[in-house]
């Protein structure tokens, strides 16, 4: 495992080894590695019940680590667990305010709770309600929020005492686009101006994508790829031409000369699809070959991999379908299981 | 969200932990609010204690003509399950109050601040003392009306807000102990109707020497309720009764220990957190 050095290790994060078994369930995490840089976006990718919310809890010290262990800003996350917490700010899976309080409220609670002087936690509270907009809605219960709200006030009080690390479990999920990209936008200047260092869980591939830096695919507690969201695409990565003939009957034609450019994928209806044995090179070879067929095209794409394709490769499965298998098996609640 | 000048950090703050009693104003302030604002919590705290005074303040007033009855008002002798009645909705009240917060996530979010757990447990029972307090004023307001003597004068009504709080702190640790230990309401309610078995096989409705089955008046002898009973039973229809407030406040305090070292107990085993 790489070590992070001097400064730097104090805004980072490393995971070595890290295992939770529970009791009466599986090995949810099984002996990850992972290593976070300072004011990095890591993105950590995985269906539900791979195991992403039980690293969550471990890291953030709400739950303690079967083996191996981790340091969090530079401190161990077994041994000295209020350290852990002093360093970092927490968003979990589900909002968790309390619908009788307002915003404000909320914001002094949690300050308070931190050791923020009053007048320094209502002049940080009301900016930080500003900031993500609920300056209009701060002396409303939260019962009366909107999903995007509440995640955006979970977000505020994670800030609120200035924690240089953040997790983020699953924070968009169930938000509509609108909320989703002011997130996103919120999280990436966190990390641009502010060096805070994040660390992202998700199942959505597009979030993976556009906000980290590096992402880590985990699937059944194993970690299966790690990397840029461009070199995971590269490693497994040629594109995949999808062309339509603009005469039906030219449709054989089009495929058998595809074909010699590469492996023949699945494609929408009156087209097809190959997965181009060199990668874009190959893409003017293609359309000179077409052009001396003399088949006319009506449609030519190109299709970059994506990182579902990424998960396909790591695991035979897209993850899409993985999701929808970990939800048919009731293995949404990757916390519910009894501790070892 | 607004773009605007970069304010979020607040280096110099981490580690700036909060003593104790801060922790337990800011928990207690927000347990009071909670509590204030679901004025629906009151509703079957005051109702049902208050509706089965009416009914046995007129369906067992003949009780009175018992040779050695203690009183001739019913009404009077009957308060002291009322009030009793009180403390029983409050443990299901601190109990499903933090079940809720284990359920929601906003037990995982005091977690990760540098909380206290005995700051967490006296910040909740903040509200249950406000639930108490309002509970008892009513009880009171409304059996005066209703023609119930209060022998002990306007300091006996100090020392029965000190009971009803007291008896409501240590009812309500109980059923800290039960929601932190369960993590989930319909477990606290399912609990509560066991706690209803204390109530009844209690000196409630009779007093003990007057008990006529052995084997009842022996269970209401050993159950501690009565003892609680008695003593706001005492005030309404004796005065000052030494023996039956030293045993009620010494009973409460048993209660309250127990309760205590219980809901520590589970809090232990519900923070995991290293």
């Known amino acids: 495992m ?32 992972i290593i976070v840089a300072p004011g990095e976006i890591y993105g950590f990718l995985g269906p539900n019940g791979a195991g992403k919310s039980t690293t969550v809890h471990m890291l953030t010290t709400l739950l303690p680590p079967t083996a191996g262990t981790a340091r969090v800003g530079g401190y161990d996350i077994v041994t000295q667990g209020p350290d852990v917490r002093d360093e970092i700010g927490v968003a979990l899976q589900e909002a968790a305010l309390d619908q009788y309080l307002t915003a404000r409220e909320h914001m ?14 209502l002049r940080r509270g009301d900016e930080l309600i500003a900031r993500v907009g609920l300056s209009d809605a701060a002396d409303r219960k939260v019962g009366s929020y909107s999903g995007g709200m509440r995640r955006r006030l979970d ?29 996103w936008d919120e999280v990436a200047r966190l990390s641009a101006e502010e060096g805070v260092t994040v660390f992202l869980t998700t199942q959505y591939l597009e979030e993976a994508d556009s906000l980290a830096d590096r992402v880590g695919i985990i699937d059944t507690g194993k970690i299966v790829a790690e990397g840029t969201p461009d070199s995971l695409k590269e490693e497994i990565g040629r594109p995949t031409v999808e062309a339509a003939p603009l005469e039906e009957g030219d449709l054989e034609r089009m495929r058998s000369v595809l074909s010699r450019f590469g492996s023949l994928e699945r494609a929408d209806r009156g087209h097809v699809a190959v997965r181009l044995d060199e990668g874009s090179a190959d ?51 990757e916390l519910e299981a009894v501790p070892a | ?76 002798f009957a308060l002291g399950l009322t009030f009793m009645q009180g403390a029983l909705f409050a443990t299901m009240g601190a109990g499903q109050s933090i079940a809720g917060d284990i359920q929601h996530g906003f037990f995982n979010r005091l977690q990760l601040t540098p909380l206290r757990g005995q700051a967490l447990i006296a910040g909740q029972l903040a509200g249950v003392m406000i639930q108490g307090l309002v509970q008892g004023v009513a009880y009171l307001v409304v059996a005066l009306a209703f023609g119930a003597h209060f022998e002990a ?37 399912g609990v509560f ?71 520590t107990s589970a809090l232990r085993g519900r923070m995991e957190r290293t």
């Open chain 1, 155 to 183: 977000l505020a009080l994670a800030l609120v005492h200035g924690p240089r690390i953040l997790f983020l479990d699953e924070p968009t999920t169930g938000l509509d686009v609108q909320s989703r990209t002011a997130l």
């Open chain 1, 283 to 333: 893409l003017a070879d293609v359309v000179r070959a077409l052009d001396s067929e003399s088949i006319n095209v009506q449609d030519l794409e190109i299709h970059a991999p994506t990182l579902d394709d990424v998960f396909l490769a790591k695991t035979g499965r897209r993850l899409e379908g993985a999701a929808k298998e970990a939800d048919e098996a009731g293995d949404t609640g």
């Open chain 2, 193 to 263: 109707p066991l706690m209803f078995v204390l109530l009844f096989l209690s000196s409630g409705a009779l007093p003990r020497d007057l008990i006529a089955a052995d084997w009842f008046q022996a269970v209401a002898t050993i159950n501690p309720v009565s003892y609680l009973i008695e003593g706001f039973r005492s005030l309404f229809i004796t005065g000052w009764d030494g023996e039956a407030l030293g045993l009620a406040f010494v009973v409460a305090l048993g209660v309250l220990v127990f309760g205590m070292w219980a809901a």
């Open chain 2, 153 to 189: 004068g306007p300091a006996g009504v100090l020392v029965l807000f000190a009971l009803s709080a007291l008896v409501g702190l240590a009812f309500g640790s109980l059923g800290l102990a039960i929601g932190l230990r369960t993590g989930n309401g319909e477990s606290v309610q």
């Open chain 1, 108 to 121: 002094r609670l949690q300050a308070g709770m931190h050791g923020i002087p009053k007048a320094e936690a």
């Open chain 1, 2 to 33: 790489t070590e992070i050095n001097g400064s730097e290790a104090d805004n980072g994060i490393e995971v070595e080894g890290l295992v939770k078994q529970f009791k009466n369930g599986p090995r949810a995490v099984d002996g990850i590695e």
């Open chain 2, 1 to 76: 969200m607004s773009a605007g000048t970069a304010v979020l950090r607040a280096p110099g703050f981490a580690g700036a932990h909060t003593g104790m009693l801060t922790q337990i104003g800011y928990l207690a302030r927000r347990s009071i609010t909670r509590t204030v604002r679901q004025p629906i919590l009151f509703v079957p705290s005051l109702v049902f204690p208050l509706f089965l005074l009416a009914v046995n303040a007129s369906g067992l007033s003949a009780a009175t003509s018992l040779p050695d009855f203690p009183t001739d008002s019913y009404l009077s």
